[in-house]
């Protein structure tokens, strides 16, 4: 990976692409400071301004961001771009004058279901972390939410950071590749009687189903989860304007 002086790719460019490579491929992780300008231009045989020019570009990208007299970090992955999201529910519930807290049912090793196996690519009975949790606001359950994520890293189950993470977030601690894009699908569903016990309503009811799975940058999904929301609490609104 070193950078090659006689090819007609800007070597600013060519460093911009290696760093590129490593954030995508989870050697360095969102938070964690990328090596200065000093040691990146010894390290690559650049000037200051030619590393200077490629931390532009990444930042520009939104894969890092410079924070004054600290360093050069990279940027958690903006994943969640969908009208449902832990990060909305709260908002919604605050605005509203309610409290919304996070209740973990459930968080332990499994072997992989056939579907879960499917979905993340790995063999039926692969270990997989599997969280169940419920959402409320002030004191209701209005959403009732499962995750699968590949559980690669070993690393200690805390059942207090499972309890409010995101998907992208959990991913992150658990798995060796860094989720990098999101897919979500929106369509709407009835509860079964353990749905509809974990939201207090009618087996039957409408509700929201918003399924997501993260990929990594080799495009292998390292999580996959759904998240169940009352349909007579949720309703989706478009907004136009006449020109």
């Known amino acids: 990976m070193a950078i090659d002086k006689s090819s007609f790719v800007p070597p600013y460019y060519q460093l911009a692409q290696i760093l590129e490579r490593q954030i995508r491929a989870g050697d360095y992780r969102p938070g964690e400071a990328l090596p200065s ?46 009208v449902f999201v832990m990060e909305e529910f709260h908002k919604e519930a605050a605005a509203r004058g309610l409290t919304s807290s996070v209740r973990l049912l459930e968080a332990r090793l499994v072997p992989a279901p056939e579907k879960a196996a499917g979905k993340l ?47 992208p977030e959990m991913v992150e601690k658990h798995a060796e590749a860094l989720p990098i894009s999101s897919k979500m699908v929106l369509q709407a569903t009835v509860l079964n009687d353990e749905e ?40 989706l609104t478009s907004v136009s304007m006449a020109i």
Not at 148 to 162: A, Q
Not at 212 to 231: F, I
């Open 37 to 82: 300008e000093a040691e990146l231009s010894e390290k690559y045989g650049l000037s200051r301004m030619t590393v200077r020019r490629s931390l532009s570009q990444l930042a520009r990208a939104g894969l890092i961001r410079t924070e004054r007299g600290k360093g050069t970090f990279v940027s958690r992955p903006e994943l969640d771009r969908a």
């Open 196 to 235: 509809a016990r974990a939201l207090r309503v009618a087996p039957g009811s409408p509700a929201f189903l918003l399924e997501q799975v993260l990929l990594a940058g080799d495009g292998r999904p390292v999580g996959w989860g759904w998240c169940l929301y009352r349909g007579d609490r949720y309703q």
């Open 121 to 167: 690519q790995v063999p039926a009975g692969t270990k997989v972390l599997y969280i169940r949790r419920s959402l409320l606001a002030g004191g209701e359950p209005l959403a009732y939410d499962r995750k699968y994520l590949r559980y690669d890293r070993g690393r200690p189950i805390l059942e207090n950071e499972l309890q409010y993470q995101a998907l």
